[in-house]
């Protein structure tokens, strides 16, 4: 399913989102003991397996980056069937989400290294320079901002990310086509112009925000009348 920046259900969407997503938790009958963001979430009209993932989607939807979710599974060269979790089409890449001490991780890694391609690093005449480009997305960095005498003002939620092709990947605003897009090399991998000027941001910047999505609150023990969602 694909996304762009506009929700057609507002005003209303997020209501009906956290009714389904309530009925989603309630129904999956694996989830016991697991904590929020490990359960499913609805965003958008759109079931994800975990709040993590959920977020993810939202933050990309507020960089007006379009996204697929689960949209194929692969056969990696091992072998093993992977369906990955995003697919960026206009940039041509691929967003695994994982947690802290998430196992299975190396399917992501295996995946990056089928798609890269075997050019110069600085020299390469693909579509999307380097070959397709594979991310994991983690949960956020919170960055804490202090007052003068040492308090906290703001906490802000960053994104936070890594490249599977083991080395560094940086995200920017082309100048040129306006698209938000990681890079590894010096080339848009939208409209594939130079990034002259571009300014790269490493992961954790507050230059891009993490938005958080949790569904209905947990129930307390404080109100016994409360139904678990």
């Known amino acids: 399913m694909q996304h762009g920046s506009n929700d057609p259900r507002q005003p209303f969407g997020a209501l009906f989102d956290t009714i389904a997503t309530a009925e989603a938790r309630a129904n999956d009958t694996d989830a016991s003991g697991l904590a929020i963001e490990a359960r499913p979430t609805v965003y958008r009209g759109t ?4 709040a993590l993932e959920a977020s993810w989607a939202a933050s990309l939807d507020n960089l007006a980056i379009a996204w697929e979710y689960e949209p194929t599974t692969v056969t990696l060269p091992s072998g093993i069937r992977y369906i990955p979790d995003f697919h960026l089409p206009e940039t041509g890449t691929w967003l695994e989400v994982k947690g802290t001490g998430v196992p299975r991780i190396e399917k992501a890694y295996e ?3 089928a798609l890269a391609c075997n050019c110069p690093r600085f020299r390469c005449t693909c579509r999307w320079p380097g070959g397709e480009l594979v991310v994991i997305g983690r949960p956020p960095v919170t960055i804490r901002d202090h007052d003068e005498r040492g308090f ?4 802000t939620l960053c994104l936070e990310w890594a490249s599977a092709r083991n080395r560094g990947a940086w995200l920017t605003l082309c100048p040129d ?3 938000i897009t990681w890079f590894d090399a010096p080339r848009c991998r939208a409209c594939q112009g130079p990034l002259a000027g571009a300014h790269g941001h490493q992961t954790g910047s507050t230059a891009f925000q993490f938005t958080r999505i949790t569904g209905p609150a947990a129930p307390t023990t404080d109100n016994p009348h409360r139904k678990a969602a």
């Open 152 to 155: 906290v003002r703001r906490r």
């Open 47 to 50: 079931t994800f397996r975990s």
């Open 111 to 113: 995946y990056a290294e």
């Open 177 to 179: 086509c306006l698209q």
